[in-house]
């Protein structure tokens, strides 16, 4: 399905909101309810238990981008772009107490995008588990990183970023310093400038 855009949100406070009521309503053959829903950024996750008299219960996921606006030309300050699981949404960033409440299904699409969610939640987890590397620690990357001259470097010195929260990291070799994009993505550990020289004495 398109985008549909509005004027406003027929008086509702939130996005949220707004689609919880878009969701929820009584037909004949059938009827659907929000059971539990919400916003990650723009992104509206829903679990939707639809029930019909011909049919078991099933409970599956809904996904909305969605869009805000107060200086539109046309003057819509609202847009909102849905989709159910079935249809693989590329956003798989629903949390856990949204997928707990699906019930189980065959379609291949949804089921590949719950095990996305999930596998996203689970390198959240352990990226929160991950210690935070500090200014002189030595952080040694599981996977090396090639870099553009093609050579493969595993081990940085950690250097303080005095213009932002990341840190800049040395190449203990060259001594330049460089950046790593979402270094926090990949698997390393930490140790301390002793226990490297030990290593590599050792080596």
């Known amino acids: 399905m398109g985008w549909l855009f509005m004027r406003d949100m027929g008086g509702y406070a939130t996005p949220r909101s707004y689609l919880d009521n878009q969701f929820t309503y009584q037909r004949e053959t059938h009827r659907l309810t929000v059971l539990a829903s919400v916003m990650v950024g723009s992104t509206y996750y829903a679990a939707c238990e ?13 996904v909305c981008l969605t869009k805000t606006s107060t200086g539109a030309r046309d003057g819509c300050t609202f847009g909102y772009k849905d989709m159910d699981e079935t249809v693989g949404p590329n956003e798989s960033e629903c949390p856990a107490a949204i997928l707990d ?10 089921l590949a995008w719950r095990a996305r969610c999930r596998a996203n939640l689970l390198a959240k987890k352990l990226d929160r588990a991950k210690p935070t590397p500090k200014p002189g620690q030595t952080i040694i990357f599981d996977e ?18 005095p213009k932002g929260k990341t840190p800049l990291f040395r190449d203990p070799e060259s001594r330049a310093i460089c950046r790593i994009p979402a270094f926090r993505k990949r698997a390393y550990r930490i140790v301390h400038a002793a226990i490297v020289v030990r290593d590599a004495a050792s080596g």
């Open 50 to 62: 639809r029930l019909a008299d011909d049919a078991e219960r099933i409970v599956f996921g809904i």
């Open 144 to 161: 090396p990183i090639r870099f553009s001259d093609c050579s493969d470097r595993s081990r940085f010195e950690v250097v303080a970023n």
């Open 101 to 110: 409440e699906l019930t189980e299904t065959d379609s291949e699409y949804a």
